[in-house]
């Protein structure tokens, strides 16, 4: 997980509150993206940004809105939190052909 | 709708063997396939990258592709018990199946 890191590890939201997931890379790559995983699951693409100021959404957007004002910072907002937003949401940093995962944030919507 | 189909397992072989992972894809306009180890509680780690058709080693880790068969695969050789974690095939960085869980028995 070098060079990506998120926080927090672990949140727990009541239905309709909103939250911000901080991911900061040091790495100075465009590329950086977001993802969730859901139990037994793959990762699905929530947005992706190719550079500062350049985002753009991927499979699954809808909740979420994301911002990219500086090359470090790419955070995700979680707008009206719900059940089926629970999930081990990922971002990653991409050089060349090689991703770069965060730790991950653990969330849990009751 | 643009899917990345992988055998759920769970894959269970002895230490020493070959392991062997699928991996079928839907779009055929696809140029970019990766393979990654994902420990259990941990985030994804790059294994394997694929571009053209035939076969890439890395060491234990050889990856296949097979774009007119829309197929993809990685094969484990000399399977250590170090190596049982779940393997996430993805095409682009778009989209990713489920995973294979692998476990190797000493």
């Known amino acids: 997980n070098a060079g990506v890191t998120q926080t927090p590890k672990f949140r727990i939201l009541k239905i309709g509150q909103s939250m911000t997931l901080q991911c900061t890379q040091d790495?100075?790559?465009?590329?950086m993206y977001w993802y969730r995983q859901d139990p037994g699951m793959g990762l699905k693409l929530i947005y992706y940004?190719?550079?500062?100021?350049?985002?753009d959404k991927g499979e699954v957007p809808n909740g979420y809105n994301v911002s990219r004002s500086t090359t470090e910072d790419f955070p995700l907002r979680l707008e009206l939190a719900a059940p089926s937003q629970t999930s081990v949401y990922f971002c990653a940093a991409r050089i060349s052909d090689t991703q770069y995962f965060g730790p991950g944030t653990r969330l849990t919507v009751l | 709708q643009k899917e990345v189909e992988q055998n759920s397992g769970p894959l269970s072989v002895p230490e020493g063997a070959i392991a062997s992972l699928n991996c079928t894809y839907s779009?055929?306009?696809?140029?970019?396939f990766f393979w990654y180890r994902q420990y259990s509680g941990k985030s994804p780690e790059l294994i394997m990258s694929?571009?053209?058709?035939g076969d890439k080693e890395d060491g234990r880790f050889t990856a296949q592709l097979n774009k007119a068969s829309q197929y993809v695969s990685l094969l484990i050789r000399d399977s250590q018990p170090s190596d049982s974690a779940t393997y996430l095939c993805a095409v682009t960085y778009m989209r990713f199946g489920a995973g294979t869980r692998l476990t190797v028995k000493p």
């Open positions: 779009d055929r306009g696809s140029q970019s």
């Open positions: 940004s190719v550079g500062a100021g350049i985002t």
């Open positions: 694929i571009y053209s058709n």
């Open positions: 790495m100075n790559h465009n590329y």
